[in-house]
């Protein structure tokens, strides 16, 4: 069974029977249908972007630094 969860947007795959029914029980987490693989190459799109994001604010970090006078 697949679980979500709602907090994170996390899904899981879950065969322990006892822990099936735990999550079942608990309002944090949803049953819900195994994921297509499409899904899973958006999340990999999305990481990428937030990957070059990141390169972007350390590249300008550097420029700034380089920019600033070196007081000796």
Do not use: I
Not at 44 to 71: L, Y
């Amino acid at each position: 069974m697949w679980f979500l969860n709602k907090e994170t947007g996390c899904t899981w795959e879950v065969t322990d029977q006892e822990l099936m029914l735990r999550l079942q029980a608990s309002g944090h987490y949803e049953q819900v249908e195994e994921p297509q693989p499409d899904e899973t190459e958006q999340g990999v799109a999305q990481t990428k972007a937030q990957v070059v994001k990141n390169m972007k604010r350390t590249e300008k970090a550097q420029v700034k630094e380089e920019q600033e006078p070196v007081h000796e």
